[in-house]
Nanobody
């Protein structure tokens, strides 16, 4: 069974930090690009951060550069999102995503999402 289990969401004060975790099972995690997406109320879902299967390359949406860090631990089949200097506009449901690519073949898996609320 393909499964992405997220944890670490909750209420955080502005300027605070939080670390999200996504534990994967049921597929070839080590061959997938992993990423975090978020969706705020009234907004479209957006890519926040991504990391390649090798862990050698990452990319971030401009609004989180310098504040968020994505990482992965293939031994634990887990991807992380370390968030610092959180702002109210970071409030959203954060989703874990896995994508397997081989030439034109693409397979996508999504987690259920975890709520992150930044408020005083």
């Amino acid at each position: 069974q393909v499964q992405l289990v997220e944890s670490g969401g909750g209420l955080v004060q502005p300027g605070g930090s939080a670390k999200l975790s996504c534990e994967a099972s049921g597929f070839a995690f080590n061959r997938c690009t992993m990423s975090w997406h978020r969706q705020a109320p009234g907004k479209e879902r957006e890519l926040v951060a991504a990391i390649t299967s090798t862990g050698g390359s990452t990319n971030y949406v401009n609004s989180v550069k310098g504040r968020f860090t994505i990482s992965r631990d293939d031994d634990k089949n887990t991807v992380y999102l370390q968030m610092t200097s959180l702002k109210p506009e970071d409030t959203a449901v954060y989703y874990c995503h896995a994508q397997y690519r081989l030439l034109t073949y693409v397979r996508d898996y999504w987690g259920q999402g975890t709520q992150v609320t930044v408020s005083s």
